[in-house]
């Protein structure tokens, strides 16, 4: 049992000073709002400054592949994503997304038989789609290499008096319990 986060940080990052504690936050699951998160935290002011930590659990075992269809992202997604990305990641995002050959962001919908039955199109010439796996491991990229922590699962959190406790199982009966300042789950960053 630790009492304690492991707190990611920049080689290069301003440190904290000594008296200034750093906001700590536990982000639960690595799937796409999770890793989304992560990356745009480590592009803010306040990571950069030192003045918050963050760990990234996931329970799968690893990055998963069994993703299932290709993504649809909205133009509010598609914003986002641009406004967050560096300018590599950029580039891989629209390499991406040129590769599935939808040429608007609309709906098509089609009768069971295949018949189109009714279509609405906005945007001509947006690539609104991508790989789930291909976004993901750009997220992942920008988050860094093994710092997810896989095969470990939040099983309970609960709000005490200075911060959130949370315990955690991993594989081979791992039990661990930390105490931070903010959960991060999916019900926060929908
Ligand atoms: C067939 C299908 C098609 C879809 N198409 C689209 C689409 O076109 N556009 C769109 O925007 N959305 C689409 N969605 C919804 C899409 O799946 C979500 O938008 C997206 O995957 C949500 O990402 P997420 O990170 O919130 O959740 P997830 O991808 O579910 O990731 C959550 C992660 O958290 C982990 N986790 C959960 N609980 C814990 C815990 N207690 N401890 C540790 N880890 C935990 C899970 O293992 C998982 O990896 C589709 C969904 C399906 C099923």
Same mark, same amino acid.
């Given at each position: 049992?630790?009492?304690?986060?492991?707190?990611?940080?920049?080689?290069?990052?301003?440190?904290?000073?000594?008296?200034?504690?750093?906001?700590?936050?536990?982000?639960?699951?690595?799937?796409?709002?999770?890793?989304?998160?992560?990356?745009?935290?480590? %592009?803010? +002011? @306040?990571?950069?400054?030192?003045?918050? $930590?963050?760990?990234?659990? &996931?329970?799968?075992? *690893?990055?998963?592949?069994?993703?299932?269809?290709?993504?649809?992202?909205?133009?509010?997604?598609?914003?986002?994503?641009?406004?967050?990305?560096?300018?590599?990641?950029?580039?891989?995002?629209?390499?991406?997304?040129?590769?599935?050959?939808?040429?608007?962001?609309?709906?098509?919908?089609?009768?069971?038989?295949?018949?189109?039955?009714?279509?609405?199109?906005?945007?001509?010439?947006?690539?609104?789609?991508?790989? %789930?796996? +291909? @976004?993901?491991?750009?997220?992942?990229? $920008?988050?860094?290499?093994? &710092?997810?922590?896989? *095969?470990?699962?939040?099983?309970?959190?609960?709000?005490?008096?200075?911060?959130?406790?949370?315990?955690?199982?991993?594989?081979?009966?791992?039990?661990?319990?930390?105490?931070?300042?903010?959960?991060?789950?999916?019900?926060?960053?929908?």
């Amino acid at each position: 049992m630790s009492n304690n986060i492991n707190v990611h940080q920049d080689a290069n990052d301003n440190s904290t000073s000594s008296t200034e504690k750093k906001f700590e936050l536990l982000v639960v699951g690595a799937g796409i709002a999770g890793l989304s998160f992560v990356y745009g935290l480590r %592009r803010s +002011e @306040l990571y950069r400054e030192g003045k918050v $930590g963050y760990k990234i659990v &996931e329970r799968r075992d *690893g990055p998963g592949t069994d993703l299932g269809y290709p993504i649809h992202l909205s133009s509010a997604a598609r914003k986002s994503l641009e406004s967050m990305f560096s300018p590599p990641d950029l580039e891989k995002l629209h390499h991406a997304r040129s590769k599935i050959p939808v040429y608007h962001d609309g709906i098509t919908v089609s009768s069971y038989r295949g018949k189109k039955a009714w279509r609405t199109v906005r945007e001509p010439g947006t690539r609104p789609m991508i790989e %789930r796996e +291909e @976004l993901m491991e750009i997220l992942r990229g $920008g988050v860094g290499v093994g &710092e997810v922590e896989y *095969g470990l699962e939040v099983v309970s959190h609960s709000q005490k008096e200075g911060g959130v406790e949370v315990k955690l199982k991993g594989r081979e009966g791992r039990r661990e319990e930390v105490k931070v300042d903010l959960v991060v789950d999916e019900s926060y960053i929908e």
